[in-house]
């Protein structure tokens, strides 16, 4: 049991390039989340997904893109990366909402210049 | 504004002694609350989630406090260990309303940056 696994674990684009953040997770987890993190910031939520086929908006969903076609994966998709893009990318599962335990992939770190 | 204030932003304590972080917030409604620990790295890893009936609650030498009147949180962590180095943030759930009912979000704090030296 792998939990959630992310890759890369390192990145660095140039600003205009895209590329896709790939995240697993295989405790059948119903829920998914991206987040960022900057240095001295809490998590934010970039995008969230209920299960296969349905995704929405978190706080900072601009500039990026997600899918979810199956229960194990979830892409988050960068588009026109900018330098305000720049920071550590964490996927999480929760099996539900209700006692709202995520679990943990180990970061993507990307580099915008 | 629903915000989740850590303190203090850092600590350094000596390995064996005890140190308490801090955590006060201003969402409402509360649903409940969970302590993370990060290490450097890697993502967070629960370390236990208080409900707005607990008070105190233990995991291993981890004990969280919750005093929802006054919305505040502590963790207190006892004979610290070189492996306690990390950063512990305090994640808030509550309740928001919307056409379709209820729904729940999260709010994360900064977090504190604990080292813990030999």
């Known amino acids: 049991n792998a939990g959630v696994t992310q890759t890369p674990k390192f990145r660095i684009l140039k600003i205009g390039q895209s590329m896709t953040l790939q995240c697993a997770q295989d405790?059948?987890?119903?829920?998914m989340y991206w987040y960022r993190q900057d240095p001295g910031m809490g998590l934010k939520l970039i995008y969230y997904s209920v299960g296969a086929g349905i995704t929405d908006k978190g706080e900072v969903p601009n500039g990026y893109n997600v899918s979810r076609s199956t229960t194990e994966d979830f892409p988050l998709r960068l588009e026109l990366a900018a330098p305000s893009q720049t920071s550590v990318y964490f996927c999480?599962?929760?099996?539900?909402?209700?006692?709202?335990?995520?679990?943990f992939g180990p970061g993507t770190r990307l580099t915008v210049t | 504004k629903n915000q989740v204030e850590q303190s203090p932003q850092s600590l350094i304590i000596l390995e064996g002694k005890n140190c308490t972080l801090q955590c006060n917030y201003t969402v409402s409604p509360f649903s409940n609350l969970r302590w993370y620990k990060q290490d450097t790295g890697r993502g967070p890893v629960s370390l236990t989630i208080?409900?707005?009936?607990?008070n105190t609650k233990s995991n291993g030498r981890y004990t969280a406090t919750l005093d929802a009147d006054t919305k505040q949180s502590s963790l207190h962590i006892t004979a610290s260990q070189l492996s306690d180095s990390a950063s512990y943030i305090c994640v808030v759930r509550y309740s928001i309303k919307n056409s379709g009912g209820s729904n729940y979000k999260l709010t994360f704090g900064k977090g504190t940056l604990l080292t813990v030296n030999p």
């Open positions: 999480a599962s929760s099996y539900d909402a209700s006692t709202y335990e995520q679990y």
């Open positions: 405790m059948n987890h119903n829920y």
């Open positions: 208080m409900t707005f009936s607990e």
